[in-house]
């Protein structure tokens, strides 16, 4: 015997909305040629970007380059980090991407000069519209910028904003825009303390 549909507990408010969704109600947002371009590039990280050794840094870039990634001169990423889409990537100089980072670049991704984003992070720019019936989705750019330090396994939500100099410290989560200079730990990611950096002469600077 098949049961009908379920109903709420006792005193539960039923959902404001019910409805059955199917691939027509619910098209993807994205076009052909992104599908397309996005086939292309899983292969190219697959066949020639993943098995690069470590040291080919330059190679990687050509790779990423050649798909409309912007690029930074001396800009290092690691052959596990995964982008989503690399024409929405800039990398600035001497930036690194370590290794098994996501960037999900549905919208842009903009990386700083000498700013480093650690292992594991995920860099989020694509989220679904929780009231709509079709969860239709929602993207925003996000933002890292120069000398900025992303530690290990922090998740940095769409729309975000790490300003210059700072740090999040290891499996933070970024909702929200981060002021610059300074260190910030937990979920929501807050600030601990001002970023000091030492100079050539071993100075301290803020």
């Not at 975000?160 to 700072?166: E, F, K, R």
Request: aromatic share 8%; hydrophobic share 40%; proline share 9%.
């Amino acid at each position: 015997m098949r049961e009908g549909p379920r109903q709420p507990p006792d005193g539960e408010a039923p959902p404001p909305f019910a409805v059955s969704v199917g691939p027509k109600q619910c098209p993807s947002v994205h076009s052909m040629r992104n599908k397309i371009g996005r086939a292309l590039w899983g292969a190219v990280w697959a066949v020639l970007f993943r098995p690069s050794p470590k040291v080919m840094h330059g190679w990687r870039r050509m790779l990423l380059r050649a798909f409309g990634a912007r690029v930074g001169r001396g800009a290092k990423v690691m052959p596990s980090a995964r982008i989503w889409a690399p024409w929405n990537l800039e990398l600035g100089e001497f930036s690194c991407v370590s290794h098994h980072v996501d960037c999900y670049s549905v919208a842009g991704i903009s990386i700083g000069a000498h700013a480093t984003v650690s292992q594991y992070s995920f860099l989020c720019t694509a989220t679904h519209d929780e009231s709509d019936p079709h969860m239709l989705l929602v993207t925003a750019p996000l933002t890292i910028r120069d000398q900025a330090w992303v530690c290990a396994d922090v998740y940095v939500g769409p729309g975000v904003t790490i300003g210059q100099g700072a740090v999040v410290g290891a499996r933070s989560s970024v909702f929200g825009d981060l002021p610059a200079w300074k260190v910030y730990y937990c979920t929501p990611a807050r600030p601990v303390r001002d970023r000091r950096v030492s100079n050539a002469r071993g100075a301290r600077q803020t």
